[in-house]
Nanobody, 127 residues
Framework: QVQLVESGGGLVQAGDSLRLSCVASGLVFSGYAMGWFRQAPGKERDCVATVGRTGAKTYYSDSVKGRFTISKDSAKNTVYLQMNSLKPEDTAVYYC????????????????????WGQGTQVTVSS
């Protein structure tokens, strides 16, 4: 059974940093691309950052480019999202997801490409 467990969310002030973690179990980590999505109240879930299965290819949405960094640690079956210079508009529930793509090393930005999702972690940035 595949499980994704996120942690690291919280309440911070604008300009602060947070690091989200997502530990995956029940899967062969190297066969999966991984992504972070977020959903703010009343809005659709959007892709924030994704990384291909080897970690060589990454994608960032324009709203977080230059501030957020996604990374994978295969030894720990964990994907991270380092978030710096946080803004109030970053406030959302952040979800980790995995996409089974064992034959391609690419990133994926559409929710429909992802097979499993975590439960989400709340990030709140006050002004």
């Amino acid at each position: 059974q595949v499980q994704l467990v996120e942690s690291g969310g919280g309440l911070v002030q604008a300009g602060d940093s947070l690091r989200l973690s997502c530990v995956a179990s029940g899967l062969v980590f190297s066969g999966y691309a991984m992504g972070w999505f977020r959903q703010a109240p009343g809005k659709e879930r959007d892709c924030v950052a994704t990384v291909g299965r080897t970690g060589a290819k990454t994608y960032y949405s324009d709203s977080v480019k230059g501030r957020f960094t996604i990374s994978k640690d295969s030894a720990k079956n964990t994907v991270y999202l380092q978030m710096n210079s946080l803004k109030p508009e970053d406030t959302a529930v952040y979800y980790c997801a995995v996409a089974y793509k064992p034959y391609r090393d690419n990133y994926y930005t559409e929710s429909r490409d992802y097979n499993y999702w975590g439960q989400g972690t709340q990030v709140t940035v006050s002004s």
